[in-house]
T-cell receptor
Framework: EAQVTQNPRYLITVTGKKLTVTCSQN?????MSWYRQDPGLGLRQIYYSMNVEVTDKGDVPEGYKVSRKEKRNFPLILESPSPNQTSLYFC?????????????FGPGTRLTVT | LAKTTQPISMDSYEGQEVNITCSHNNIATNDYITWYQQFPSQGPRFIIQGYKTKVTNEVASLFIPADRKSSTLSLPRVSLSDTAVYYC???????????FGKGTKLSVIP
């Protein structure tokens, strides 16, 4: 089954404790991205990757890091989480870059930073 | 970078047709317009996409006027299961960065 998976689905952590949210897709997609979703603000893109070893900042990259060492995986790293990073996070992938290609979203990761 | 504006919320009764409009400021010549649907506790999913005029699939219709500055998602005869948040997105083949609208929360009333 074609899908995007994220782990963990739920995470509660404390300020400053490094964490990684994993994202994996099995569709051989080149383009992957991370979004955060907050009430009233919709989906905001954090980082995106056009292909292996090629990443760039989205609209809200501060406090986040990403890496793309393999085509299928695109982890999101919070090296020193803060309470304002409490949010719902979605990973997405598409065949190629650009809005003309359908974005496939993962199920989401709900992160709470205390 | 293309920006989109859409209503925050809409209410509709079951069985009615619902039209949700999105404004696409600064839409570029090669930008496509795409709509996504999101249910609570799920990731958004693709509904429909178009470039100009009208596109119809088994779920919805998409109307795009000649100037392409706006788009209208039309949901025929909505049911309670259509209660969701709907996002519009404009972006072209050259768009590395994607910017979604803030979403329209549709509530279908029995």
């Amino acid at each position: 089954e074609a899908q995007v998976t994220q782990n963990p689905r739920y995470l509660i952590t404390v300020t400053g404790k490094k964490l990684t949210v994993t994202c994996s897709q099995n569709m051989n997609h080149e383009y992957m991205s991370w979004y955060r979703q907050d009430p009233g603000l919709g989906l905001r893109q954090i980082y995106y990757s056009m292909n292996v070893e090629v990443t760039d900042k989205g609209d809200v990259p501060e406090g986040y890091k990403v890496s793309r060492k393999e085509k299928r995986n695109f982890p999101l790293i919070l090296e020193s989480p803060s309470p304002n990073q409490t949010s719902l996070y979605f990973c997405a992938s598409s065949l190629y870059k650009g809005g003309s290609y359908e974005q496939y979203f993962g199920p989401g990761t709900r992160l709470t930073v205390t | 970078l293309a920006k989109t504006t859409q209503p925050i919320s809409m209410d509709s009764y079951e069985g009615q047709e619902v039209n949700i409009t999105c404004s696409h400021n600064n839409i570029a010549t090669n930008d496509y317009i795409t709509w996504y649907q999101q249910f609570p506790s799920q990731g958004p999913r693709f509904i429909i996409q178009g470039y100009k005029t009208k596109v119809t699939n088994e779920v919805a219709s998409l109307f795009i006027p000649a100037d392409r500055k706006s788009s209208t998602l039309s949901l025929p005869r909505v049911s309670l299961s259509d209660t969701a948040v709907y996002y519009c997105l404009s972006g072209g083949a050259g768009s590395y960065q994607l910017t979604f609208g803030k979403g329209t929360k549709l509530s279908v009333i029995p």
